[in-house]
Structures are given as C-alpha cells and as structure tokens.
C-alpha cells in the first residue's frame, strides 16, 4: 500500500547541531509540507514543494531549508538548531488536485537541548 | 499568517453524548476541512466541505461551511470512546491552494 513515512520518529539534538527528518511518500504525490505542531498553534506551514526542484517558504520557514531532489522525498534541515525549534513535525503530501488530499506522516518528535 | 480560531479547547463528554466544535477566521476560506489526530500519529482528515452553507456527513460526524465562508462547524453525535483525540479545522484561503492553514484544535475526551 502506499503511504508516507517520516524518520526519526524520535530525536534529541543540541543547540547549533544540524538536523535533517527525512519523509518519504510513495503516492507518486507532486506535493509536499512540513509543518510544525506546538501546543497553542496547531499546526504551522514550514516548507512546501509542488514537484522538483521547486520549493517554497511557508509561514515559519526561518532556520529551516528543504530540497526536492526527487517525488518521492522531501527532507527537512534545521541548519543549527536552537531550543524553540523543539516541536513535532509533520510531513505531509497531495495530489494537484487541491489541499483537501493531504495526507500526513505520524510525525517526528524533536528535541533541542 | 492567518490564525483560526477554534473552540472550545477541550470537551470532556459523557459516552453518548453529542458534540460541536467550530471555527472561525477573519478571512474567506474556499475550502474548509476537518481532521482527526490520534496520539502519536498524523492527522486524518474526516470531511471536506467546498461551498458556503455546504451540509456534509461521515456517520456521526457532521460540518457545515459557514454562509460567510469565514467559520465551519463540526458535530459528534452519540459520542463513543474511539472519538477520543484532537480534532483540527483547516482552510485553503483558494480554489487549487495546496496550503493550508489550521485551527488550535479540540481535545475531546469521552468518558465510558
């Protein structure tokens, strides 16, 4: 069946350290999110690509870069991560044929110290 | 960017009770969407709704789309213990949009 996978689905790291949380869809999908959870604000729009090479900045998208080298993949990188970008992460994909087919990974869990 | 307002923020429910939740933004939204999030796992979309005063059903769940196309409504009814979890709304502010932007949540807890 096809589905979309994130990994780690637990990390702690320390301040400055780069990070990158992979997520990998097999829907053949153009398009790709990550977004982060906190408690408070729901989800938040960080990254998102509408096919290769194309990537676009989202609402929160400081501190934090994606590329698209392929469909399948969309890795997400903390270039030196600080404590406020401790979150739970979500990676997310669709079909072009609008936003109400995004299908969302179980998640990463990532910790700053 | 823009916030939607949900509430309430948390419901604690008798097992067969009915339940409502809504949302509302200062924007126009095209698009309005409901979705489910279990502990530890993604959110699962439940109703999708396209047009303004739109009536959908899925079961027990039922949302309508606001007529000013600023707010949605979502309903349990006879709650079960598998409802249990955080519901989300979200809009897509255009037709062909593919981001979203999403509520605070409501975290329902349904006691047996």
């Known amino acids: 069946d096809a589905e979309i996978t994130q990994s780690p689905r637990h990390k702690i790291t320390e301040t400055g350290r780069q990070v990158t949380l992979a997520c990998h869809q097999t829907w053949n999908h153009n398009n790709m999110f990550w977004y982060r959870q906190d408690l408070g604000h729901g989800l938040r729009l960080i990254h998102y690509?509408?096919?290769?090479?194309?990537?676009n900045k989202g609402e929160v998208s400081d501190g934090y870069s994606v590329s698209r080298s392929n469909t399948e993949d969309l890795p997400l990188t903390l270039e030196s991560a600080a404590s406020s970008q401790t979150s739970v992460y979500f990676c997310?994909?669709?079909?072009?044929?609008?936003?109400?087919?995004?299908?969302f990974g179980p998640g990463t869990r990532l910790t700053v110290l | 960017g823009q916030q939607l307002n949900q509430s309430p923020q948390s419901m604690f429910i008798q097992e067969g009770e009915d339940v409502s939740m809504n949302c509302t933004s200062s924007?126009?939204?095209?698009?309005w969407l409901w979705y489910k999030q279990d502990p530890g796992e993604g959110p699962v979309l439940l109703i999708a709704?396209?047009?303004?005063?739109e009536l959908t059903s899925n079961g027990r769940l039922t949302a309508q789309f606001g007529i000013t196309r600023k707010d949605s409504f979502l309903n349990i009814s006879a709650s079960i213990p598998s409802d249990v979890g955080i519901y989300f709304c979200?809009?897509?502010?255009?037709?062909?949009?593919?981001?979203?932007?999403f509520g605070t949540g409501t975290r329902l807890t349904v006691i047996p």
């Open positions: 997310a994909s669709s079909s072009s044929g609008g936003a109400d087919t995004q299908y």
């Open positions: 924007s126009i939204f095209n698009t």
């Open positions: 709704l396209y047009k303004a005063g």
């Open positions: 979200a809009g897509q502010p255009w037709t062909g949009a593919n981001n979203l932007f």
């Open positions: 690509s509408y096919g290769v090479q194309d990537t």
